[in-house]
């Protein structure tokens, strides 16, 4: 997949451990079958993980099923960029990596939220 950031450039990878993206390959690509539009690279933090709990998705707890740890503070994770968005809106949106997200957030949310937030 030939994806670019919010940048203009190449996406980066996100994660590889643990092992982030809709596709599971480490970057936040998207297509049409990602509902969630999972194309934020963001470093977790406990404020934006409780939130994100408290908005009925944990991301904390387990779920060997889907062979899925849990994240903890300092992970990063492609996350749903309407999320992202709720997180900001209430003053708790997680530290964000620009080459590492994918353009389509652009859609969701404006280059300067996102710059605002970012970790690299």
């Known amino acids: ?3 670019l950031n919010v940048l203009g450039t190449p996406l980066q990878p996100c994660s590889y451990d643990p092992l982030t993206g809709f596709f599971r390959d480490g970057c936040c690509h998207t297509d049409a079958q990602d509902q969630g539009t999972h194309v ?3 470093r977790m933090t406990q404020v934006f993980l409780d939130f994100s709990r408290d ?3 944990d991301l904390m707890t387990p779920r060997p099923e889907y062979r899925f740890a849990g994240l903890k503070p300092g992970d990063r994770w ?3 960029a ?3 968005r709720e997180a900001l809106v209430a003053g708790r949106a997680p530290p964000v990596y620009l080459q ?3 353009h389509k957030a652009l859609e969701v949310v404006g280059l300067a939220q ?3 937030h970012a970790a690299d």
């Open 82 to 84: 309407l999320r992202w």
């Open 40 to 42: 934020v690279c963001a």
């Open 114 to 116: 996102l710059q605002a």
């Open 78 to 80: 492609c996350l749903c």
């Open 1 to 3: 997949m030939n994806a």
């Open 100 to 102: 590492s997200t994918h």
């Open 55 to 57: 908005q009925g998705n």
